[in-house]
């Protein structure tokens, strides 16, 4: 049977088929899946669907599934991924030093983050390939998310994550979920390096997002944003880069968007970088090649030397006419501050973004007026060591847990000390 998409090479610009199974280019490239759309694709079509009770339409992803992955409904699964909150943050948005800020929150996902959209995808392409083991190389919540989506659909996944850099509770749901977990005496770079060639040998379907279909349910978020926003646009999307899949699905899925005519300009991206783990920072204020540096960063989440989707993402971030950011672990950190006490909450990585939109304003690259959407890309849960950490220490904006005798009298001084 024939599909309506095709895998195309971003470096060579070779083509293969939609079902090949392959994640790369004979040339090493990576591949874009490129799309014959229907004609009918409206606004309205998509609205319309989100009163439905159907999974598909409830679902942040398949509710947008012509633009996703036109698959057949008896191999898609799905446990109601995206329909995220947009928050209005008018706290964060003073810290920033913008007139008003929307976060929306990927951590509001099934397990917990962002990934989740792009799984759903990668998991029924797995499930329409016939494959019954899948493996990740993760720093945390692609793990997590893998493990989740494998036992719903029944399939033995395999995640390979650095020993004692993943944040307990991705560590914990991975475990919970069943997948063998393998913690390597390396890297993150290394557990992608290994998990591509163990798949490759190995017959087991590879779901980082190298696998271009994870990019295509990550689409989902900018679909699901333009949606929020009543399909006016907005000037920024901000969001942190660490393996680079993300910010390349959201670009692709706003140049989709305005080539449907759902949209009439392109947002323009802005990608934030751990400076500790800045490799797409360093390219694009260098000469554009990726020059790996070894990682480290409090957000372990991001903590990436080797990004697999560099080209993909330094094309489309160029193409928005976007902009790429560096923030240091203590502006992280204080960032983060901001975005829990606003009772929204977030992992660190997430808070790169709110960071970075604080240093491109102070910098007059973003306008104090414009419109602009940071993504929160995990929950607040998934990092508890980092919050608890912060707030027993002389942090500025520490919230110290208060030691109380048990009485009545010592709990009411307590109160208004
Ligand atoms: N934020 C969080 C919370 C993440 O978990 C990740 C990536 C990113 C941002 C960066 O997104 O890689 O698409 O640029 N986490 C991956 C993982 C690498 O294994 O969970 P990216």
């Known amino acids: 049977m024939t599909v309506s998409w095709i895998l195309r090479c971003v470096e060579c610009g070779a083509e ?52 996703v992955l036109p698959l057949d409904r008896e191999h898609i699964v799905t446990r109601g991924e995206g329909a995220t909150w947009m928050y209005d943050a008018p706290s964060v948005a003073r810290w ?67 020993d004692g850099q ?8 991975a475990l919970a ?49 333009l949606q929020d926003l009543g399909w006016e646009p907005p000037d920024w999307i901000v969001l942190p880069g660490g393996n680079l ?15 449907l005519g759902l949209i009439d300009r392109l947002p323009r991206i802005a990608v934030i970088q751990a400076a500790g783990a800045n490799p797409l920072y360093k390219a694009w204020h260098g000469d554009g090649t990726l020059v790996p540096v070894k990682a480290d960063t409090i957000a372990t989440a991001i903590k990436i030397g080797n990004p697999v989707s560099f080209t993909k993402s330094l094309t489309r971030v160029r193409r928005s006419n976007g902009v790429v950011e560096q923030v240091t672990d203590a502006e992280i950190l204080e960032a983060k501050a901001h975005v829990d006490a606003a009772g929204i909450g977030a992992e660190p990585a997430s808070c790169a ?48 847990p208060i030691p109380v005798d048990a009485n009545y009298d010592a709990i009411k001084r307590a109160l208004v000390r």
């Not at 792009?118 to 493990?147: C, E, F, K, Q, Y």
């Not at 910010?247 to 080539?259: P, Q, V």
Request: aromatic share 6%.
């Open 177 to 225: 979920y069943g997948a063998r977990t393998l913690q390597i005496r390396g890297d993150f770079d290394d557990a992608m390096r290994l998990v591509q060639e163990i798949c490759d040998r190995e017959g087991i379907y590879l779901l980082n997002s190298i696998n271009p279909f994870r990019i295509e349910g990550q689409k989902g978020i900018g679909f699901e944003i």
């Open 96 to 162: 920033t030093g913008l007139a008003s800020l929307r976060l929306k929150h990927e951590g509001e996902n099934p397990t917990g983050s962002f990934k989740d959209r792009g799984m759903t995808a990668g998991i029924s392409m797995a499930r329409r390939l016939g494959m019954t083991r899948v493996a990740v190389a993760s720093t945390g919540n692609t793990s997590a998310s893998a493990a989740s989506y494998a036992a719903i659909a029944g399939m033995r996944a395999f995640v390979i994550i650095p």
């Open 245 to 259: 899949g993300n910010n390349t699905a959201i670009a692709k899925a706003m140049e989709e968007a305005l080539s």
């Open 166 to 173: 993943i944040a307990y509770g991705k560590l914990s749901q």
């Open 16 to 67: 293969h088929d939609g079902v090949e199974l392959r994640y790369r280019c004979d040339c090493g490239g990576t591949l874009d899946v490129e799309h014959t759309f229907p004609h009918h694709l409206t606004r309205e079509l998509f609205d319309a669907r989100l009163g439905s009770p159907d999974a598909l339409d409830r679902s942040g992803v398949w509710r947008f599934r012509e633009l």
């Open 353 to 400: 973004t709110v960071a970075g939109l604080r240093k491109l304003v102070a910098a007059g690259v973003i306008g104090a007026d414009e419109t602009v959407i940071g993504v929160l890309t995990g929950n607040v849960l998934k990092d508890p060591g980092v919050v608890v950490d912060y707030h027993r220490s002389d942090a500025p904006h520490a919230n110290r």
